[in-house]
């Protein structure tokens, strides 16, 4: 396990500050329940862990971490879970609903899904050999959510170098914080869809990679759009620096992976990576707790949620 201590980055919204002890008193057991709960969803299915990671990157980019990726649709509007980053692609919900489960029994009415979310990534990662921080906690869940906002907030698998720094730089995050927090993708697999144009049209790809993926994710559109392929050709299940190693020998997975090493401003930090493990995993810790503290606007209404996918 390696552990990654960092200062404490504290953030607020409508007068509530993130602490890492926010629930010590009110729920004492909360960080256990969570853990032991990711831990068995990733011994059974170690894609579980990438989802979940995921949950938390989709959630955050999207007005804040508010678990607003978590609400179905109702009849005043139209929420996340279908919007085109996410749908037939997001997954883990049914693990964080299980989780709540259980920390409702333990301590009702007390933890966001929200900060749930936050920890089941923190976990995710850990338990796939990566680091572990320090998550800080006293989220809030928001009462509605936005298709629109979520359409517009997510980079694409197809995004250049620029429009990558600019979404990130959006939300705070520096050109280092969004090359470490791309890291993420040496865990996890893709759906043919996202990366048929990558293999079939890009310039900068190593061809035996292309020919490797061309076997599972046919030219033609529609067909075998769902066909996974791990992003990750070496270790998919291992949270490693292969990443970046990948993109060195032309294997990014996505047109946006290998951005960040085609003769830009972040091939020099992909190269540090690739050498040094110790610094990817300080630098993604850093970059997770400040992805973590994107707070909703101040006017936001927000609530502890009993059920994840709907408002009390």
């Known amino acids: 396990m390696v552990a990654v201590a960092l200062a404490p980055l504290l953030a607020g919204v409508a007068g ?25 969803a990733v011994a059974a299915e170690p894609r579980m862990g990438a989802s979940l990671l995921r949950l938390f990157f989709h959630d955050c980019f999207v007005n804040g971490c508010d678990a607003s ?35 409702e029994a333990a301590c009702v009415a007390t933890v966001s899904c929200a900060d749930i979310v936050a920890l089941a990534a923190r976990d995710s990662v850990n338990l796939l050999g990566g680091p572990t921080w320090t998550v800080q906690l006293g989220r809030r869940d928001a009462l509605n959510a936005s298709q629109g906002a979520a359409n517009s907030n997510l980079p694409g698998p197809g995004s250049s170098l620029d429009t990558l720094i600019t979404m990130f730089g959006n939300k705070g995050l520096s050109p280092r914080d969004m090359t470490a927090l791309s890291g993420a993708h ?45 992003i990750d050709v070496t270790t998919p299940d291992t949270f490693d620096t292969a990443y970046y190693e990948n993109l060195a020998s032309r294997q990014g997975l996505f047109h946006s992976d290998q951005e960040l090493y085609n003769g830009g401003s972040q091939d020099v930090l992909v190269r540090m990576y690739r050498r ?36 009390n």
């Open 16 to 40: 509530v500050q993130l602490s890492s002890r926010f629930y010590d008193r009110k729920c004492p057991k909360l960080q256990r329940i969570v853990r032991s709960a990711v831990a068995q």
């Open 186 to 230: 040496t865990i996890g697999q893709a759906r043919c869809a996202t990366f048929r144009d990558r293999i079939y049209s890009d310039a900068n790809v190593n061809a035996s990679f292309a020919a490797l993926r061309q076997q599972t994710c046919p030219q033609s559109a529609g067909d075998g759009d769902g066909a996974l392929a791990p």
């Open 69 to 103: 990726i978590l609400l179905d649709d109702t009849a005043s509007f139209t929420g996340e879970k279908n919007a085109g980053p996410n749908a037939n692609s997001v997954r883990g919900y049914d693990v964080i609903d299980a989780i709540k489960t259980q920390v």
């Open 276 to 311: 040094r493990a110790s610094m990817f995993f300080l630098d993604f810790a850093k970059a997770m707790v400040r992805m973590g503290n994107l707070m909703p606007s101040a006017d936001t209404a927000t609530e502890i949620r009993l059920d994840c996918k709907k408002i």
